[in-house]
Structure formats: structure tokens, C-alpha cells
């Protein structure tokens, strides 16, 4: 499959507990992207990783959230000690090397779906 | 300020006739981008078109395409000879290619799109 792949497709936590939600890019592709999708909204930007490196964290919360894209393996999105609020879907997309007059292949994924309960 | 605003939170067509979507953005970036995604209610986001900021054509894609007007910073998505498939959300986003962080979309809140037979 050379799409992105996200899993889990759904994940119920209880409030306090971790979430760990993991993406695979596509197959060439060294950038990652995390968003949030709130209900009845669109999705909003956390965090841009490349291999072992975080370009730009601008969008996550300074608390509880964190992100890594190792050499080797998926990129993860962890939330720590979760509440209510965090629950949205979280789509991750992934693109080749950034290009200015590219429409370059913001692939996305199918999203993870966070309940918090 | 929103930098990309669509109006209309829903919309009805009639199958086989043509719709159009609105989407106003604002940046003062001298070159960006533009990306349309449908998102039907299974969820994943599918790219549908782009539009570069110095393109000179409007862009098309298939039965998509984009009505491109600089001067009024909107990036209209029409599509022609609605089916039923097409029923869902759809969402513009922007990539502003200077300013910010080079890479990540900004979207819109969406427009619900319903096609009725």
C-alpha cells in the first residue's frame, strides 16, 4: 500500500490515560504533518517533522502533546493524560521535500479518531 | 483575522447541474498556494485541485476547477455536473510559501456539500 497510513481508525482512552497515535508516510516522502479536526470544523495545523527533527511545532499545545519522527519507524503523535477536549480526529499527511511551486502531494491519511471518556 | 473564510456552512444542488463553492483567503505573502479537499463521511480528506499564486490559468481537474481571482483573493472551487458521489464536505486550504512555516495548510471551516437526486 503507498498510501499513508494512520492507525489506529478509532481509540477510546479514559480520561488521564495516554493516547499514542502512529503514522506511516508515504513511501519517498521525509515530511510529516499532524492536524486536529475539532467536530464541524476544519483541520487545524500542530506540528511539521522531518526524520529526527521537528521543523515547526507552532500548533500543538505546550502541555501534554508531544511528537517524534525517528530515523526508523512511524512518526508518533502522544498525548499525555488525556481530557475530554482532546477528543477530535487527527489526520496526519506526508510530502516529499518542500517545494515552492510545488502542489506536492500533501497526502493525507485516513485520521485517527481520539475518544476520551 | 481568518485567513481562509467560506461562507457557506451548506449547500443543496441538484444532480447533473454545476455548484459553486466559495472561498476568500488573505495573505500578504506574495506567493502561496491554494488546495481544495472533499471529505466525504468516511472521513478521509482527498485532494481535489490546486492553484498556484502565479499561475496564470485558472486550474481544472476533471469536472473540478478553479476560479481564480488574485485581485479579490478568492479561489472559487465549481464543479460541473453534480452526481451523487459528490456529496460532503469540502474544504479550501492555503500554504503561504514565505511567511510562517514553510509547508503546512491553513484550511477553511468547510462547506457540506449535498447533492439531491
Known amino acids: 500500500n503507498a498510501g499513508v497510513m494512520q492507525n489506529p481508525r478509532h481509540l477510546v482512552r479514559r480520561r488521564g490515560q495516554e493516547a499514542r497515535l502512529r503514522c506511516s508516510p508515504m513511501k519517498g516522502h521525509s515530511h510529516v504533518y499532524w492536524y486536529r479536526q475539532l467536530p464541524e470544523e476544519g483541520l487545524k495545523f500542530m506540528v511539521y517533522?522531518?526524520?529526527?527533527?521537528?521543523?515547526?511545532e507552532s500548533g500543538m499545545p505546550k502541555e501534554r502533546f508531544s511528537a517524534e519522527f525517528p530515523k526508523e519507524g512511524p512518526s508518533i503523535l502522544r498525548i499525555q493524560q488525556v481530557v475530554r477536549g482532546d477528543s477530535a480526529a487527527y489526520f496526519c499527511?506526508?510530502?516529499?521535500?518542500?517545494?515552492?511551486?510545488?502542489?506536492?502531494?500533501?497526502?493525507f491519511g485516513s485520521g485517527t479518531r481520539l475518544t476520551v471518556v | 483575522a481568518q485567513k481562509i473564510t467560506q461562507t457557506q456552512p451548506g449547500m443543496f444542488v441538484q444532480e447533473k447541474e454545476a455548484v459553486t463553492l466559495d472561498c476568500t483567503y488573505d495573505?500578504?505573502?506574495?506567493?502561496?498556494?491554494l488546495f481544495w479537499y472533499k471529505q466525504p463521511s468516511s472521513g478521509e480528506m482527498i485532494f481535489l485541485i490546486y492553484?498556484?499564486?502565479?499561475?496564470?490559468q485558472n486550474a481544472t481537474e476533471g469536472r473540478y476547477s478553479l476560479n481564480f481571482q488574485k485581485a479579490r483573493k478568492s479561489a472559487n472551487l465549481v464543479i460541473s455536473a453534480s452526481q451523487l458521489g459528490d456529496s460532503a464536505m469540502y474544504f479550501c486550504?492555503?500554504?503561504?510559501?514565505?511567511?510562517?512555516?514553510?509547508?503546512?495548510?491553513?484550511f477553511g471551516k468547510g462547506t457540506k456539500l449535498s447533492v439531491k437526486p
Open positions: 499527511a506526508s510530502s516529499p521535500k518542500f517545494n515552492k511551486k510545488s502542489n506536492y502531494g500533501y497526502t
Open positions: 495573505t500578504s505573502d506574495p506567493s502561496y498556494g
Open positions: 517533522l522531518q526524520k529526527e527533527n521537528i521543523i515547526d
Open positions: 492553484q498556484g499564486s502565479y499561475d496564470q
Open positions: 486550504a492555503m500554504r503561504e510559501n514565505y511567511g510562517g512555516s514553510q509547508g503546512n495548510l491553513i
